[in-house]
């Protein structure tokens, strides 16, 4: 797949760092034109700058995600300046772990709109400018088939991104449209690095038959097969890149 994307354009939310940091990376690696955005536009700007730096081309967004008109404004935006939109990856999450007596209306709301309604908005604005048909991979988590503790909201906004995914692949299949998701267990990210304690990462890599924690490229190379036509005829799944996590009773 070295220049699968050659001449296709993609936006992928939260791609200034960690996972999505990767996953533009990987598309723009593919030939694709890449639409950075995250929550801090400095960030985005930052890693378009990268890229551009590296012979791609890439163009910065900042907003945040719960808010519609953020992505409509940048899939509105990238299809003015290119033509096209193929590809979306909604990758953007905010997360905080607590017990259940802990949660506030804030984390929670926080964490549904970044984490659930920014994929609504994410498939509403792409499906308007794939007009020739194109890719939407939603990230969800391995947390979306377990039930991780103090992870209530994470567990349940991750599982509804399923649902999302497949009710919108049979809805926009006839128009050529596929939506998938990717499912990643434990990835070494800084994210991953501040909200789980030491003692609970190593009890997490126990439990991983793989006995290692994920890499963001890994997270990225199922993106890319999904994004790309080797994928054609698949839609409305996940794929799970958790080391198996998810199917070990350990």
Same mark, same amino acid.
């Given at each position: 797949?070295?220049?699968?994307?050659?001449?296709?354009?993609?936006?992928?939310?939260?791609?200034?760092?960690?996972?999505?940091?990767?996953?533009?990376?990987?598309?723009?690696?593919?030939?694709?034109?890449?639409?950075?955005?995250?929550?801090?536009?400095?960030?985005?700007?930052? =890693? /378009? &700058?990268?890229?551009? =730096?590296?012979?791609?081309?890439?163009?910065?967004?900042?907003?945040?995600?719960?808010?519609?008109?953020?992505?409509? !404004?940048?899939?509105?935006?990238?299809?003015?300046?290119?033509?096209?939109?193929?590809?979306?990856?909604?990758?953007?999450? %905010?997360?905080? *772990?607590?017990?259940?007596?802990?949660?506030?209306?804030? &984390?929670?709301?926080?964490?549904?709109?970044?984490?659930? !309604?920014?994929?609504? %908005?994410?498939?509403? /604005? @792409?499906?308007?400018?794939?007009?020739?048909?194109?890719?939407?991979?939603? +990230?969800?988590? &391995?947390? =979306?088939?377990?039930?991780?503790?103090?992870?209530?909201? *994470? #567990?349940?906004?991750?599982?509804?991104?399923?649902?999302?995914?497949?009710? /919108?692949?049979?809805?926009?299949?006839?128009?050529?449209?596929?939506? !998938? /998701?990717?499912?990643?267990?434990?990835?070494?990210?800084?994210?991953?690095? +501040? !909200?789980?304690?030491?003692?609970?990462? @190593?009890?997490?890599?126990?439990?991983?038959?793989?006995?290692?924690?994920?890499?963001?490229?890994?997270? &990225?190379?199922?993106?890319?097969?999904?994004?790309?036509?080797?994928?054609? %005829?698949?839609?409305?799944? #996940? +794929?799970?890149?958790?080391?198996?996590?998810?199917?070990?009773?350990?």
């Amino acid at each position: 797949m070295t220049q699968a994307f050659e001449g296709r354009v993609a936006l992928v939310t939260g791609g200034a760092r960690g996972i999505g940091r990767a996953i533009v990376e990987r598309l723009a690696a593919g030939g694709a034109t890449v639409g950075v955005l995250d929550l801090k536009l400095e960030l985005a700007e930052e =890693a /378009a &700058a990268e890229l551009r =730096a590296a012979g791609h081309q890439a163009v910065a967004f900042g907003g945040d995600v719960a808010q519609r008109d953020t992505l409509f !404004n940048a899939a509105g935006a990238l299809k003015q300046q290119f033509g096209r939109l193929d590809v979306l990856v909604s990758n953007a999450m %905010w997360v905080r *772990y607590g017990p259940i007596d802990e949660l506030t209306p804030e &984390a929670v709301q926080r964490m549904v709109g970044t984490g659930f !309604n920014s994929v609504v %908005w994410g498939i509403q /604005a @792409a499906s308007a400018h794939m007009d020739r048909g194109g890719s939407v991979v939603n +990230i969800a988590s &391995a947390a =979306a088939f377990l039930g991780i503790p103090q992870a209530m909201i *994470y #567990c349940g906004v991750k599982a509804g991104v399923l649902g999302l995914t497949r009710s /919108a692949a049979v809805d926009l299949g006839p128009r050529g449209i596929r939506v !998938n /998701a990717i499912g990643p267990g434990s990835v070494a990210t800084e994210g991953v690095k +501040i !909200n789980v304690d030491p003692e609970k990462a @190593a009890l997490r890599l126990a439990k991983t038959p793989m006995r290692r924690l994920g890499e963001v490229e890994d997270i &990225a190379s199922a993106v890319a097969f999904l994004a790309s036509d080797e994928s054609s %005829w698949i839609t409305g799944e #996940c +794929i799970k890149v958790d080391g198996g996590v998810t199917h070990a009773f350990l």
